[in-house]
């Protein structure tokens, strides 16, 4: 059971905008950054978000983040087929520990 | 470019050590958390561990649920790391993965974020 809850799966058309949620708690969310992963069939999670809403070079700029309060989002705009993949959402807990949400799987149509 | 490696045996078996080792290229490996994170067959991603090199000593932090059974260690003359994580059983088959990891407070909050990750090592726990 994660710390950081996020729907299981997720689905648009192309050029479609998709939004993928992530909700925690005080101890993490709400007193820490939120990052955002893309993890493509059969390879190790790329980083798409870090510190809420920072693009690391090379994402495109389809790709947003957002926070609030003890929830986060990740916004894709201008869905392509590329895009499908798994997400996962994870943040630093109070507790010391690193923690990672379930992961979305996004489904392009 | 940051490149990293992971390698070790692929199968260990029951109430053994896992022991795998992640080489670094490309960088310095003073001042960043190096860590590990597995992720078993259709599931998802967890945290390990890491340890903070700070270019004389290094300290460590564990996952709470893992703590027990896990040591992350450095060998800064050949730039590696390893992950030991004993008394394995059949729950701890999984993906394994290394990656650097940055920490700073920013604004009052904590950032962490893996901004390199190796291909990953598929480790099986069989007897």
């Known amino acids: 059971q994660s710390v950081l809850t996020q729907p299981p799966s997720a689905s648009g058309t192309p050029g479609q905008r998709v939004t993928i949620s992530c909700s925690g708690s005080?101890?993490?969310?709400?007193?820490?950054?939120v990052n955002w992963y893309q993890q493509l069939p059969g390879t190790a999670p790329k980083l798409l978000i870090y510190n809420n809403n920072r693009r690391p070079s090379g994402v495109p700029d389809r790709f947003s983040g957002s926070k609030s309060g003890t929830s986060a989002s990740l916004a894709i705009s201008g869905l392509q087929s590329e895009d499908e993949a798994d997400y996962y959402c994870a943040a630093w807990d109070d507790s010391l520990s690193g923690q990672f949400g379930g992961g979305t799987k996004l489904t392009v149509l | 470019q940051v490149l990293l490696q992971e390698s070790g045996p692929g199968l260990v078996r029951p109430s053994e050590t896992l022991s795998l080792t992640c080489s670094v290229s490309g960088g310095s490996i003073s001042s960043y958390y190096w860590s590990w994170i597995r992720q078993p067959p259709g599931k998802g991603l967890e945290w390990i561990g890491y340890l903070f090199y700070s270019g004389s000593s290094g300290s460590t932090n564990y996952n709470p649920s893992l703590k027990s059974r896990v040591t992350i260690s450095i060998d800064t003359s050949k730039k590696q790391f390893s992950l030991n994580l004993s008394s394995v059983t059949a729950a701890d088959t999984a993906m394994y993965y290394c990656?650097?990891?940055?920490?700073?407070?920013?604004?009052?909050?904590?950032?962490?974020?893996?901004?390199?990750w190796g291909q990953g090592i598929l480790v099986t726990v069989s007897s």
């Open positions: 990656a650097r990891a940055q920490m700073a407070y920013t604004s009052g909050s904590l950032s962490w974020f893996f901004d390199y």
């Open positions: 005080t101890s993490n969310i709400g007193s820490n950054n």
